[in-house]
């Protein structure tokens, strides 16, 4: 990247350093202490084999295919092709 072409670059000063630390830190103090006030079972399930049994799967809207490729911004043969978050709005 081009240090000059974007000007909301900087290097970081040990000062702004340790200020993002102590952002991080509370930041992740604060999220744990709201995960820890909800309530909910767990549910696990495992088995000897490490495996399951296959199924018949379901059934999907024949037309979900063929709107989903007509709403994607670029197809590829059979695939969707897009960059992690640019297809929100």
Do not use: C, Y
Not at 45 to 52: S, W
Not at 69 to 88: R, Y
């Amino acid at each position: 990247m081009n240090k000059k072409s974007n000007s909301l670059w900087h290097e970081v000063t040990e000062k702004e350093k340790q200020q993002i630390q102590q952002d991080s830190k509370k930041l992740l103090n604060e999220f744990a202490s709201k995960l820890s006030k909800i309530k909910t079972s767990e549910n696990h399930f495992e088995n000897e084999l490490g495996t399951r049994e296959e199924g018949d799967g379901w059934e999907t809207d024949p037309e979900f295919r063929s709107i989903t490729f007509a709403n994607a911004p670029f197809v590829d043969k059979n695939s969707i092709v897009a960059e992690k978050g640019t297809w929100k709005k």
